[in-house]
């Protein structure tokens, strides 16, 4: 039994759209989530701030393996509730897991604004909102370039865990292949569609940070 190069292409391209469907949509997702949870970190309540970093030490200390399962499986054998599309569910899991990740690159870069920026602003006559989005926004967000730039490529690559619960992406349509034509070259000929994902995000955020580069030092 033989498989054509180009079916090959066909079926990781078929792959891809599912993989490029969870990546744009769990990073779409993932970015207002994370900016929430990084509002209640720092939260002035304290049981909130406590129940937040419970949450993310629950989600940073599991295999997001296991939380795509979890969103999956659980409602209903638990509560006997219809489990979620597929899909629905890799993208629900993978966006609250990288939501905390990025909350945690949010807090960091918020935090490393000097509080004397803050207080200059007042005396300025500025209002608090205008104070984070014309002084403290742009700044911050150059300095959460690099590490959302590395966790970004991290989500691109994980999408592939979602073939844990059969969702027809890049990885488990090169194993199916593989397992049916017994092909190798098809391993790494899917790695060469992430590279060129992977590749596109990094450019893309080299460029925004080049753009933001006046805000150095």
């Known amino acids: 039994m033989s498989i054509s190069f180009l079916d090959v292409t066909l079926k990781l391209l078929s792959g891809l759209g599912n993989t490029l469907l969870i990546f744009l949509i769990s990073f779409s ?30 989600i940073r200390g599991t295999p997001l393996m296991l939380q795509i399962m979890v969103v999956f499986y659980v409602p209903g054998l638990l ?9 629905i569910a890799a993208i629900l899991a993978i966006s609250i897991n990288y939501a905390v990740y990025f909350s945690e690159i949010f807090r960091a870069g918020y935090q490393s604004i000097s509080k004397g920026q803050k207080e200059a602003g007042f005396v300025l006559g500025l209002s608090r909102m205008e104070i ?21 490529i991290s989500l691109v690559k994980d999408t592939a865990l ?15 292949i593989v397992g049916t034509y017994a092909i190798v070259y098809v391993l790494f000929y899917s790695a060469i569609f ?24």
């Open 162 to 176: 979602a073939r844990i619960i059969a969702v027809n992406e890049v990885m488990l349509a090169a194993d199916k």
């Open 132 to 152: 984070f989005f014309k002084i403290h926004l742009l700044q911050i967000i150059k300095k959460i370039i690099p590490p959302m730039t590395n966790e970004t």
């Open 79 to 87: 509560f006997n509730l219809p489990s979620l599309p597929r899909i």
């Open 194 to 217: 992430y590279l060129l994902v992977v590749g596109i995000i990094s450019l893309l955020f080299k460029m925004l940070e080049k753009k933001l580069s006046y805000f150095e030092g």
């Open 29 to 58: 997702i993932s970015i207002p989530l994370g900016v929430l949870f990084t509002r209640f970190s720092l939260s002035k309540n304290k049981v909130l701030q406590k129940v937040m970093q419970v949450f993310i030490w629950v």
